[in-house]
């Protein structure tokens, strides 16, 4: 059985971001398990024909909580974060994100996405459109700002992540990782409740990858909620609060990024772990 | 009289081509006029349908299939003689220009309906999945996202088929539409002189190859930055 996502989340993993002196207290507030939780995933199960790619996951995400979802290729990890804003359609469960009951047919989804910013592992970013397009497009056509407005917020959210001098490139023009940070400002420009990364730095050269992570941390430190799939360990080890390890579309442990890349309880856990260490 | 000389008289016979110069002009008027009606509704009507189909409606697509394959398989000019001699047996009758033009603009529809689609099936799922991902509709992605780069990815294929379908307009010559073939046939009946058919060809030439060039330039100019 996959342990209950809440009562791992625990509070000693939750830490906050140490500018904020509240937070800063020497010893684990119970602040962060009442923290209300942004998404709420229960019971995920999803058929790929015959295949039963998860089943049965439970991940609760709180307010400022940073997920790590790693796992071995075909584990569902994937397909659990593309559930979330209903790109997968999950074939049962309940999905709620910010309130907002995701899997209701009544639900606005256009209107629930918008919450839910989304990065990709292969940027997917507009060819034929400028940076600056890239990042203005919902701004317009989904939040009908004028275009000035739009213009001026996408330039923001470009020199939120470090390109601002880049905005009337083209993606063609750009290396990986400036595609991937236009990405990921294109989501964030709609000032989203949860951020989700879908191996953001695996389609990357290596001397890209720093720069996309920056841009990463820097949204940790402006307190946004993420879930990020990946491999990056010493990402996780720095920035998570919590790390899920999913095999076989069930959660099999998770916890603090100490415990479980320090000492992982279950043997697909250590087996895995000692994998991925070894790169 | 050599060869020769009989050659240049048929073919190139400077009294018959002034005498019939303005006739073919008035021919060739007619073709553009023609051809861009066929273009304008042949495309609108061929990505109506491809927007549609991509909407997923399986019967409604079932039927898009045959209504294409149906006018992908006829040669023009069958339609174009339905339209123009068997209508009327049907109590409405068409003007050649009307059975041309609606004849050429459903082919044309057919094709550029399957090209359309071919582009938009080849834009990457990731482009659908990243727009709709910022709460982008379905047709708003469809059109600022996925038209935009599955036309660019098929002006080539389109160009050709367009121009391709365009010079079918030689057909409405058979159903007494005086476009340039028809205007040069008359010529030649009146003349008994071939020269009028010269002029016709150079008159495709003039139409044409613009046409052609300007679909290279089309190319290029919405070939995006790398």
């Known amino acids: 059985m996959a342990p209950d996502g809440r009562s791992a989340a625990g509070g000693e993993g939750l830490h906050r971001p140490p500018e904020n002196p509240a937070e800063a207290a020497p010893q684990p507030a119970p602040a962060p398990l009442a923290a209300r939780p942004i998404v709420e995933a229960r019971g995920i199960h999803k058929h790929f024909g015959h295949l039963h790619v998860l089943r049965g996951v439970d991940l609760v995400v709180a307010e400022r909580e940073l997920v790590f979802v790693i796992g071995p290729s075909g584990s569902g990890k994937s397909t659990l974060l593309r559930c979330l804003n209903r790109l997968e359609e999950p074939s049962a469960g309940i999905i709620t994100v910010d309130g907002i009951d995701m899997l209701d047919r009544r639900t606005d989804i256009n209107a629930a996405r918008q919450r839910i910013g989304m990065v990709f592992q292969s940027f997917n970013l507009y060819p034929h459109m400028t940076a600056l397009g890239n990042v203005a497009l919902a701004l317009r056509k989904v939040q009908g700002k004028p275009r000035a407005e739009a213009a001026e917020r996408a330039r923001a959210a470009l020199a939120r992540v470090d390109l601002g001098d880049r905005a009337d490139h083209y993606p063609g023009q750009l290396s990986g990782g400036q595609q991937q940070r236009v990405a990921i400002a294109r989501a964030i420009a709609l000032e989203p409740r949860v951020m989700l990364f879908d191996e953001p730095t695996s389609a990357l050269d290596p001397e890209l990858v720093g720069g996309v992570l920056q841009a990463m941390r820097e949204l940790r430190k402006d307190g946004m909620t993420m879930v990020v799939v990946s491999h990056e360990m010493a990402f996780a080890k720095a920035a998570a609060d919590r790390v899920v390890f999913i095999a076989d579309g069930l959660i099999v442990e998770q916890g603090p990024p100490a415990a479980i890349f320090g000492s992982p309880q279950h043997e697909r856990t250590r087996a895995f772990i000692g994998q991925i260490a070894r790169h | ?226």
């Open chain 2, 1 to 226: 009289m050599s060869n020769w000389d009989r050659f240049l008289n048929s073919f190139f016979n400077a009294r018959v081509a002034w005498d019939y110069l303005p006739k073919i002009a008035d021919g060739f008027v007619l073709t553009v006029v023609l051809a861009l009606c066929v273009i304008a509704t042949g495309l609108a009507a061929g990505l109506a349908l491809a927007v549609v189909r991509a909407l997923g409606v399986r019967p409604l697509n079932w039927l898009i299939i045959f209504v294409v394959d149906l006018f992908r398989a006829l040669p023009p000019l069958v339609i174009i003689a339905l339209l123009y001699f068997g209508l009327p047996a049907a109590g409405l009758s068409l003007s050649g220009f009307a059975a041309t033009w609606l004849s050429l603009s459903c082919v044309l529809m057919a094709f550029s309906e399957e090209i359309f689609w071919a582009g938009i099936t080849a834009t990457p799922k990731g482009q659908w999945e990243a727009a709709r991902s910022t709460g982008l509709g379905f047709l708003a992605t469809l059109g600022w996202v996925v038209l935009p780069q599955a036309v660019r990815m098929v002006i080539p294929p389109l160009t050709n088929r367009t121009i391709a379908i365009t010079k079918g307009t030689a057909l409405g010559s058979v159903v007494a539409v005086s476009e340039i073939l028809g205007a040069a046939q008359a010529g030649v009946s009146f003349s008994f002189n071939p020269t009028p058919l010269t002029l016709g060809a150079a008159a495709y030439v003039v139409l044409f190859v613009p046409v052609v060039i300007l679909g290279r330039w089309i190319e290029t100019r919405f070939a995006w930055k790398r």
